[in-house]
């Protein structure tokens, strides 16, 4: 079992940056591919972005592609999307997954296949 914590979220205004961190408790991830999600009220849960177990591989929605940043330090068992230009859109409550025995370089891009789930963390970002 891996519980995953994630944390620095927040409330910014629009355009301002925000770095968020998810790291599991009590084992390492460093052979889990990561997934960053998130969810606005009265929407689904969306994907955001993902990194491969190796760090060599990583896919973006289109939506942040270009203002977010996903990248991960297996030394410190930590995954971190830096949010750079957040607009009011990008609100959501922002959940990280993680995904055993992928491939080096696969992502994991959609919610099946997900093992393990954060709690979220908060962005609300203000126009």
């Known amino acids: 079992q891996v519980h995953l914590v994630e944390s620095g979220g927040g409330l910014v205004q629009a355009g301002a940056s925000l770095s968020l961190s998810c790291a599991p408790s009590g084992r390492t991830f460093s052979s889990y591919a990561v997934t960053w999600f998130r969810q606005a009220p009265g929407k689904e849960r969306e994907f955001v972005a993902g990194?491969?177990?190796?760090?060599?591989?990583?896919v973006y929605a289109d939506y942040v592609k270009g203002r977010f940043t996903i990248s991960r330090d297996n030394a410190r068992n930590t995954v971190y999307l830096q949010m750079d230009n957040l607009k009011p859109e990008d609100a959501a409550v922002y959940y990280c997954?993680?995904?055993?025995?992928?491939?080096?370089?696969?992502?994991?891009?959609?919610?099946?296949?997900?093992?393990?789930w954060g709690q979220g963390t908060q962005v609300t970002v203000s126009s």
């Open positions: 997954a993680a995904t055993p025995r992928l491939p080096a370089g696969a992502v994991r891009t959609t919610e099946s296949g997900v093992d393990y």
């Open positions: 990194i491969s177990w190796t760090g060599g591989g990583a």
